[in-house]
DNA sequence: CTTAATTGTCAAAATTTCGTCAAATTTCGT
DNA sequence: ACGAAATTTGACGAAATTTTGACAATTAAG
């Protein structure tokens, strides 16, 4: 079980990110003070989300403090959107930056995404074989009899998602959701053609389509 | 996969509400007025969470008006607490109660509680078994004996209201409004030809009609 | 039995949705 | 900054569904 530490002053806040990576299956600590925050690290946490914005402490020099002690991913919440601030973040050593307000769907993605990436994390692999053919999680590789088929970030989100989903159907309007975001803009007709890219790889090795259309509704992923 | 139809005028709470929601298997709806939650309706949530201190609305009468219209649980949001409050929420068809500020996994677990409890939606809505005939919501599946049989967007759906009422008659225009929905213009005679397709279908593979004329009245689904 | 009302049938028209393609735009690595 | 890859967009035809309307069959009532 991944150890997350949450750093930010508003217990509010914390308090929802806790209960929510809880249920996601993560192990959360809540800090709400930086000194509370650096006893917490003896928990060996195995990423950070940390608000730069506290009132009382240096959110930026924090997390450099922090870097000395720790390998972990770092990742910031902040309200602060300008690209120097963002730049000053990386250079004092955060992996990467959420601002404000943001969607729980898309924090738990990027934790997702930096605990599967982290090389130092057990390289356990979430695998999912489907006729034949094996879909790597962890690795984002797609493989049929020895070969891989090589997808590109999009589509092996779509992929990742309709396969750990197989059989429900999904519209294209909650696909667009689950896989661009729930805030994300944009025309859910985009799918149609990840979807045929999708489709065309996999009928060229494989010789079958593992994707069904639900005429009228939207996709769903052979079982 | 359970739908709930989050009602709410703060648009950050039920983006939140839905993002957790939906990484916890549920098929979350949000909408952030009465007209939209009236129309999401439509989508047969299985659950409501409702807030009952919503600007423009009076959450309790809005309560009362849906409850006409659904049967499935009906949880309240809300920052007031006194028990005549509660009492009035009870009286106006709430099923529940949950006040503010609330934590996600009071929620979740108060949701799954619901939906447990609610064993008639749960076998109901998501996998009914009726003369041999087994109907799937989650994946729009009918089969018969390993059998699949295929059905259209609109044939699926008139199956969907009939056998989740099985038994009950229903006149061709009130038919028509619950799987065209309510502000739909049309003519209901269309429903006519539905039948038909739907009736040739099944009997085909079945040898059994599962839809009851009810002459000058509508039809029913047999039981 | 006859009639009026209601429902069932059928084929064709109208509409919606989907798959495909090429081109435009964005992103990414060098 | 440049070129390559990925993503997005828009248009179009094809395919499937939905709707329509005319007509036949059935039912209830007198």
Redesign the interface.
Known sequence: MYKILIVDDEP?LT??LC??L???GYQPFEANSARKAFELLSEKPDLILLDINMPDTDGLEFCRTIRGEVTCPIVFLTARISEQDMLNGFMNGGDDYITK?F????V?ARIAAHLRRDERTRTNLININSGGLSVDLSTRTVGYKGEEIKFSKREFDIIDFLITNA???FERE?LYE?VWG??AEGDSAVIKEHIRKIRKKLLDVTGSDFIET????GY?WKK
């Open positions: 509010m308090s929802l209960d929510h809880r249920d996601c307000p969607s729980l769907t898309e738990t059989g429900q159907v909650r689950a729930l805030d639900v005429w009228g509704v769903k």
